[in-house]
């Protein structure tokens, strides 16, 4: 069993920065690919960032390509998120997920684990 904790979330301004972590207890991360998700009130959840179990490998939507940098820690267990020039609309709920299967990493359907998810607001 795999446990996924965010934290991080909060308040912040437009334009302002702001990291999100995801650590993980129960088994290691280290072999598995990891992704971000978010979902805004009203609104499905949608893709946000994935990475490679290695960390060579990243994808971003286009929404925050450019703005959104995902990394990650193995030997912490821990996947970070950092988040710039943020905009009202990245306003949401954001979950961080273990990929367990090898689908798409753009797809909710290919992650097997989710943390409980994170609130931030960006206020304008």
């Known amino acids: 069993q795999v446990q996924l904790v965010e934290s991080g979330g909060g308040l912040v301004q437009a334009g302002g920065s702001l990291r999100l972590s995801c650590a993980a207890s129960g088994r290691t991360l280290s072999s598995y690919g990891m992704g971000w998700f978010r979902q805004a009130p009203g609104k499905e959840r949608e893709f946000v960032a994935a990475?490679?179990?290695?960390?060579?490998?990243?994808y971003y939507a286009d929404s925050v390509k450019g703005r959104f940098t995902i990394s990650r820690d193995n030997a912490k267990n821990t996947v970070y998120m950092q988040m710039n020039s943020l905009k009202p609309k990245d306003t949401a709920v954001y979950y961080c997920a273990r990929k367990g299967t090898i689908g798409s990493s753009r797809s909710s359907s290919s992650y097997d684990y989710w943390g409980q998810g994170t609130q931030f607001t960006v206020s304008s």
């Open positions: 990475i490679s179990w290695s960390g060579s490998s990243t």
